[in-house]
C-alpha cells in the first residue's frame, strides 16, 4: 500500500480546525440567553442564545454540542491513531482511516450547511474541505488489487452485510417526522428557525444507498466492498456514540424527548452501533497485513 504525502499536510491541518470548531462549540459563552423570535413559518421559537451557537434554536443546539463532544473526545484522538497507522503502511489502518474520515465528512457537513450562520463559518467550510479531500486521498491510496488476498477465510462477509442492510433501513425511522407533516401541509414541529432539515437529506438520500451498495459489494466480495463497509460501520459506531451525548446534552438543557422517541431515535442507533463495534473487531481480525 503506498501512503499519501498529501495527508501529512492534510490530517493535522484537519486536527487543527477540528479542535477549533468543537472546543468553540463546547466552551464558547456570552450572549444575551434564551430568548424567543417568531420564524419564518409564523411560529414562537426560542433560541439558545449562549455561545456559537447562539443563533440556532434551544431544541437544536445542545444537540450540536453533544456532538461537538463526541469529535472532541472521541473522533479526533480515533483520527490521530488510525492516521499513525497508515502513516507506517498498515492495511488496518488505511481501512479504519477511511471509516473515520468519513464520520468526519458527515460531521463537517452537517456543521457546514445545518448550524445557523456565525462567525465560525468559514472554519465550518474548511473544515469539510479537508475532510472530503483527506478522505478521497485515503480512500484511494489503499491497493484494491492486493485486498483481496489479505482477507481470511473467517471473515464475517454474511454478518457484516446483513448488519450494513438492516443499518440502511433504519434511517427511515426519520420518515415518522416527515410524512406526517407532508400529509398535513405543514412543516415539521422541530424544524424551529431553519428552512429545512440537512439530517434528513444526508440520512435518507446518501446513507441508505450507500449501504446496500457495500453490503452487496461485501457478499460478492468486491475489493471495494470491503473499504465501503469499514467506512459505513465506523460511521455506525461513531452515530451511536453521538445519539447518547446528544441526548445527555439535552437533559442538561432540560430538554426530555418522550420515551418511545428515545427507543426510536436514541435506542435504535445506539444498539446498532454496539453491534457494529463487535463486527469490527470480527473484520479487522480477519485481514492478513501481509
Not at 472554519?123 to 472530503?132: K, Q
Not at 442507533?269 to 469490527?280: E, H, Q, S, W
Request: glycine share 8%; proline share 4%.
Amino acid at each position: 500500500m503506498k501512503t499519501s504525502k498529501a495527508l501529512d499536510y492534510l490530517i493535522p491541518f484537519l486536527i487543527l480546525v477540528g479542535l477549533l470548531v468543537t472546543c468553540t462549540g463546547l466552551f464558547s459563552s456570552g450572549g444575551p440567553g434564551p430568548y424567543t423570535v417568531t420564524s419564518i413559518h409564523g411560529k414562537e421559537v426560542r433560541l439558545y442564545g449562549q455561545g456559537i451557537y447562539q443563533f440556532d434554536s434551544y431544541f437544536r443546539a445542545p444537540i450540536t454540542r453533544g456532538t461537538d463532544a463526541v469529535t472532541l473526545f472521541a473522533a479526533l484522538p480515533l483520527l490521530v491513531v488510525t492516521y499513525l497507522k497508515y502513516r507506517k503502511g498498515s492495511l488496518k489502518g488505511a481501512l479504519f482511516l477511511t471509516g473515520i474520515l468519513t464520520y468526519f465528512v458527515y460531521n463537517s457537513a452537517s456543521m457546514a450547511l445545518g448550524v445557523a450562520y456565525n462567525n465560525l463559518f468559514l472554519a465550518y467550510v474548511i473544515y469539510f474541505s479537508l475532510s472530503f479531500f483527506s478522505f478521497i486521498l485515503a480512500y484511494f491510496s489503499i491497493d484494491y488489487d492486493q485486498l483481496p488476498s489479505r482477507i481470511l477465510p473467517e471473515f464475517p462477509h454474511r454478518g457484516a452485510s446483513w448488519l450494513l442492510f438492516f443499518a440502511g433501513l433504519s434511517v427511515f425511522v426519520w420518515l415518522s417526522e416527515i410524512l406526517g407533516p407532508l400529509y398535513q401541509g405543514i412543516y415539521p414541529p422541530n424544524l424551529d428557525n431553519y428552512t429545512t432539515e440537512i439530517t434528513y437529506v444526508i440520512d435518507l438520500g446518501l446513507i441508505p444507498p450507500a449501504c446496500y451498495i457495500a453490503g452487496f459489494m461485501l457478499r460478492n466480495k468486491k475489493s471495494h466492498g470491503y473499504a465501503l463497509t469499514f467506512m459505513m460501520l465506523s460511521l455506525l459506531v461513531m452515530i451511536g456514540l453521538v445519539v447518547i451525548c446528544q441526548s445527555v446534552f439535552q437533559a442538561m438543557a432540560g430538554i426530555y424527548l418522550t420515551i418511545g422517541q428515545y427507543i426510536g431515535f436514541s435506542g435504535t442507533f445506539t444498539i446498532l452501533g454496539i453491534v457494529a463495534i463487535r463486527m469490527l473487531y470480527l473484520m479487522q481480525k480477519n485481514i492478513s497485513e501481509s
